[in-house]
């Protein structure tokens, strides 16, 4: 099993920052991706940002592209999710993932969630 604990939502207006934060802990040395997902009222959950966790590759959805930036620290079992240019658009409850399986990156049913954060991004 693997518990993962988001943290760092919050609101903030269009054009700000947020970082997201996600502590790992039970048997991560069996992850092979993580990644944050989102989803907000009345829409399907969606993944923004994947990380293999061996080769350090990501994978971004379009609308994040060059405005978000996920990263791993591997020796702390922590990942975040560094978010530029927030739009409201981005508003959405946050959610940390860990998946076990070799084809994580392409994989949005991942494993393991966490209870989730919320951001609010006010125009």
């Known amino acids: 099993q693997v518990q993962l604990v988001e943290s760092g939502g919050g609101s903030v207006q269009a054009g700000g920052s947020l970082r997201l934060s996600c502590a790992a802990?039970?048997?991560?040395?069996?992850?092979?991706?993580?990644?944050?997902?989102?989803?907000?009222?009345?829409?399907?959950?969606?993944?923004v940002a994947k990380i293999h966790s061996g080769s350090g590759t990501t994978?971004?959805?379009?609308?994040?592209?060059g405005r978000f930036a996920i990263s791993q620290d591997i020796a702390k079992n922590t990942l975040a999710l560094q978010m530029n240019n927030l739009?409201?658009?981005?508003?959405?409850?946050?959610?940390c993932a860990a998946d076990h399986n070799v084809d994580?990156?392409?994989?949005?049913?991942?494993?393991?969630?966490?209870?989730?954060?919320?951001?609010?991004?006010?125009?």
């Open 25 to 47: 802990s039970g048997d991560t040395y069996r992850t092979r991706c993580m990644g944050w997902f989102r989803q907000a009222p009345g829409k399907e959950r969606e993944a």
């Open 59 to 65: 994978d971004y959805a379009d609308s994040v592209k």
């Open 87 to 95: 739009k409201p658009e981005d508003t959405a409850m946050y959610y």
């Open 104 to 123: 994580c990156l392409g994989r949005a049913d991942y494993n393991y969630w966490g209870q989730g954060t919320q951001v609010t991004v006010s125009s």
